[in-house]
């Protein structure tokens, strides 16, 4: 069963209706209770993962935040939490 947009011209919403395939459907709006409704282009929904998301991110990215606050950059971070430093155990 397809799911297909439509504009309500009573109210003004869009909704998204799962359709069977029968002659007499007739949709209505489930916020008005509206008839009117004509069906809609709707979007292509494609999802990305978080990483896909990330990795598309333009390489300058990283030097734009690190200009915008200096103090949160990658370098300062490093020099404040001493994290280019070895890890040493300390006595027990």
Request: net charge negative; charged share 30%.
């Amino acid at each position: 069963m397809p799911v297909y947009e439509y504009v309500c011209r009573d109210c003004g919403k869009s909704v998204s209706l799962l359709v069977r395939h029968s002659e007499s459907f007739e949709p209505r709006c489930p916020g008005c209770g509206g008839d009117h409704l004509v069906r809609s282009i709707s979007a292509f929904a494609f999802h990305q993962s978080y990483l896909s998301k990330i990795e598309q991110l333009d390489p300058k990215y990283d030097k734009m935040i690190d200009a915008s606050n200096p103090d949160i950059s990658f370098d300062s971070l490093v020099k404040k939490y001493r994290l280019d430093e070895p890890v040493t155990k300390g006595d027990g």
